[in-house]
């Protein structure tokens, strides 16, 4: 009895140290958006100091925040919904009609997320230029759905597999056709497992930075770009560049705070079972 | 009214033929039950009846009309899923209507028709209830109704009483016997569950690795099996077998010695047999009987009382006997008993397999079902 209270105490504190120690670079950038310049990079940081909005003014007149936010919500929303609108009927199909081939293409898909993305920089560069898609939000919309669609496809998949077959046969001699199956049966029976595969992607799709910093330039430029369009290379200004980030990662912050529930549920919903 | 009519159906799964050729005939408001051991085919028979499953070659005929490529929903069936396969997002009502949904059924006009069949099926205090707040037996009445309300030519049954518990499994066997009555649809039923395929069916078709064994009504296969298979897998506890010798065969009549040399006379046209040749001897466990003048005798290894019966398990002559008893029976484990067995009651076998025919036919055969149920049908009209 003692020693299981002793345990549970060690694991508790090792769960809080581990939660601090991730959790400090983000307190920290927080902390630090609210210093002043000069606070920012004093040694020792200084825990105590009068918060200031400073570094949040001069990042909003600098740069022009709505619009960064909103590009990021339209891209990232933008590639989700087409994402799942591809994957969708991908997943049934694999799922459901199932070929020798189904494995080695569900591997297959997979294996293109193993390729380091600079790898294949060039090559979506020229062919962005040549069909004009540079630095625009339906060029960034396609990069960003082809990056997540492989785990969009993989996380559908699983959460069809788990329907059973006889439910979509019984539609099927109900008099349903292969879109109504869909749309009436599998949709509405996945749709937890939707909307967490959903939320996985505008999340990823909010934090990438490497194709927006290599694909846009301002008027499709996300908040990614925005955040790093404030370290330049004439110093870094510490205040300031947390009070971007803060403000670029907050939206999302919320978002996957308010949904975690849901996102758990998701992500370990083949997992657990 | 319809009908059904299988052609030589064949099903090939990636080059193994799982359905090997097989013909029978439905007749109209006939209940016919598909029954054999697990991988027998008959569910992937039924799937293919259904449309859910293609056909490697053959025809299927529902009413005359070759069904082969036409789509489920068009053959004018309803099948109700082992597993149920309710929707279980939707209400029972929505469960039940879906498929006039899909048809675009006026709103009123579906929910009239949802609600007869939930009258039916007693299953009005439900419909707003959606399928997990159900328990299983109210679960498989759904499914039955959304097969009921589509109104259906042919109702198609895939085990659907194996998931319930075994008291409920004999109350929805009674509702489904009574709904077939009420209904007056031909019913094609699959089940491993020999007790369901003789107490529903008109027709039994025993399937075994994907051939057809035999067809008849549920006398006709206790009384006269075909081959030895269909003896041994119709009754229970299984038909006793042990092998014998032909002393003498004539049309009339085969003599055979049983082990411990008592002889006995089976009236089963012996023709296609001769003195000398080695015979499978079958003999229900229900038809043997204590007789201490019997042929037969051996030691008691277990004794199973179920109150009304009992089954005794004797050790003769290196064989292991059943034999189903009066329940009174006052016989202890390694008692000595003598049993025998009325000639008629015994089936013999020859090599192949096949049954030698017997020169009556039990009197019950070719009373049909309908007319053992005469006064229900009565009362309903």
Same mark, same amino acid.
């Given at each position: 009895m003692h020693s299981s209270?002793?345990?549970?105490?060690?694991?508790?504190?090792? #769960?809080?140290?581990? #939660?601090?120690?991730?959790?400090?670079p983000i307190f920290w950038m927080i902390l630090t958006g609210f210093k002043t310049e000069g606070e920012a990079v004093a040694t020792p940081p200084s825990l105590f100091f009068e918060p200031t909005l400073s570094g949040y003014h001069e990042v909003m007149a600098r740069a022009d925040y709505v619009k960064f936010a909103i590009n990021s919500v339209v891209v990232s929303l933008g590639s989700t919904l087409l994402a799942l609108l591809i994957a969708v009927p991908a997943a049934y199909s694999m799922a459901f009609l199932p070929t020798p081939r189904t494995r080695g293409t569900l591997l297959w898909m997979l294996s293109t997320k193993m390729l380091p993305p600079v790898g294949v920089l060039m090559p979506v560069y020229l062919l962005f230029r040549d069909m004009g898609l540079l630095d625009s939000l339906s060029g960034l919309i396609v990069i960003y759905m082809l990056m997540n669609l492989p785990i969009v496809v993989w996380m559908l998949y699983t959460f069809f597999k788990d329907v059973p077959k006889d439910i979509l046969e019984a539609g099927r001699m109900d008099g349903a056709g292969t879109l109504q199956e869909v749309l009436y049966l599998l949709v509405p029976l996945t749709l937890p497992g939707i909307a967490s595969t959903g939320l996985l992607s505008v999340i990823?799709?909010?934090?990438? #930075?490497?194709?927006?910093?290599?694909?846009?330039?301002?008027? /499709?430029?996300?908040?990614?770009?925005?955040?790093?369009?404030?370290?330049?290379?004439?110093?870094?200004?510490? #205040?300031?560049?947390? /009070?971007?980030?803060?403000?670029?990662i907050a939206p999302i912050l919320i978002l996957g705070w308010m949904t975690q529930k849901q996102m758990v549920r998701g992500l370990t919903f083949g997992a657990v079972k | &009214?319809?009908?059904?009519?299988?052609?030589?159906?064949?099903?090939?799964?990636?080059?193994?033929?799982?359905?090997?050729?097989?013909?029978? %005939?439905?007749?109209?408001? %006939?209940?016919?039950?598909?029954?054999?051991?697990?991988?027998?085919?008959?569910?992937?028979?039924?799937?293919?009846?259904?449309?859910?499953?293609?056909?490697?070659?053959?025809?299927?005929?529902?009413?005359?009309?070759? &069904?082969? +490529?036409?789509?489920?929903?068009?053959? *004018?069936?309803s099948m109700v899923f082992q597993s149920y396969a309710l929707y279980p997002h939707m209400t029972v009502e929505d469960n039940m209507g879906f498929s006039l949904r899909l048809a675009k059924v006026p709103k009123a006009e579906r929910r009239e028709k949802v609600l007869e069949a939930a009258r039916?099926?007693?299953?009005?205090?439900?419909? +707003?209830?959606?399928?997990?707040?159900?328990?299983?037996?109210?679960?498989?009445?759904?499914a039955i109704g959304r097969a009921i309300v589509r109104n259906p030519s042919i109702f198609l049954f895939d085990e659907p009483l194996s998931n319930l518990d075994a008291a409920l499994r004999v109350q929805m066997r009674i509702e489904l016997a009574r709904l077939h009555e009420e209904l007056d649809a031909t019913m094609i039923y699959v089940t491993h569950d020999q007790i369901e395929a003789m107490t529903m069916a008109d027709k039994i078709v025993v399937l075994q690795g994907g051939i057809v064994e035999q067809v008849g009504s549920p006398m006709e296969l206790y009384h006269h099996p075909r081959n030895r298979f269909v003896a041994g897998f119709i009754g229970s506890p299984k038909?006793?077998?042990?092998?014998?010798?032909?002393?003498?065969?004539?049309? %009339?009549?085969?003599?055979?010695?049983l082990p411990g040399g008592g002889e006995y006379s089976v009236p089963v046209d012996g023709s296609g047999c001769q003195a000398g040749d080695t015979l499978s001897l079958g003999i229900r466990p229900e038809h043997l009987t204590l007789?201490?003048? *019997?042929?037969?005798?051996?030691?008691?290894?277990?004794? %199973?009382?179920?109150?009304?019966?009992?089954?005794?398990?004797?050790?003769?002559?290196?064989?292991?006997?059943?034999?189903?008893?009066?329940?009174?029976?006052?016989?202890r484990v390694r008692d000595n008993v003598r049993f025998g067995f009325a000639p008629a009651r015994a089936h013999l076998f020859a090599e192949d397999g096949l049954a030698l025919t017997h020169l009556e036919r039990h009197p019950l055969v070719d009373v049909e079902r309908r007319q053992n149920r005469a006064s229900t049908a009565a009362d309903a009209s």
């Open positions: 209270i002793t345990k549970k105490l060690a694991i508790t504190l090792l #769960a809080w140290a581990i #939660a601090l120690v991730v959790f400090f990823l799709s909010w934090n990438e #930075a490497f194709w927006s910093l290599n694909l846009t330039t301002s008027s /499709a430029a996300p908040l990614t770009a925005f955040i790093a369009s404030f370290s330049s290379p004439e110093g870094l200004f510490w #205040a300031k560049l947390s /009070a971007a980030s803060t403000m670029a | &009214m319809a009908t059904l009519e299988l052609n030589n159906i064949v099903k090939d799964f990636a080059g193994t033929q799982v359905i090997k050729g097989v013909d029978l %005939e439905v007749k109209d408001r %006939e209940f016919v039950v598909f029954v054999g051991p697990s991988g027998c085919g008959k569910s992937t028979l039924l799937r293919m009846i259904a449309g859910l499953e293609s056909v490697s070659s053959g025809d299927i005929l529902i009413d005359g009309q070759r &069904m082969n +490529e036409v789509g489920p929903a068009e053959r *004018g069936l039916i099926l007693q299953l009005e205090n439900l419909l +707003e209830r959606k399928p997990k707040a159900l328990s299983g037996g109210q679960r498989q009445r759904v038909m006793n077998f042990i092998d014998v010798e032909v002393r003498e065969a004539r049309g %009339e009549g085969v003599s055979v010695r007789d201490d003048n *019997g042929p037969l005798e051996g030691d008691i290894t277990v004794i %199973e009382r179920l109150g009304g019966v009992t089954s005794l398990y004797v050790q003769c002559h290196g064989e292991e006997w059943i034999l189903v008893t009066d329940g009174e029976v006052s016989h």
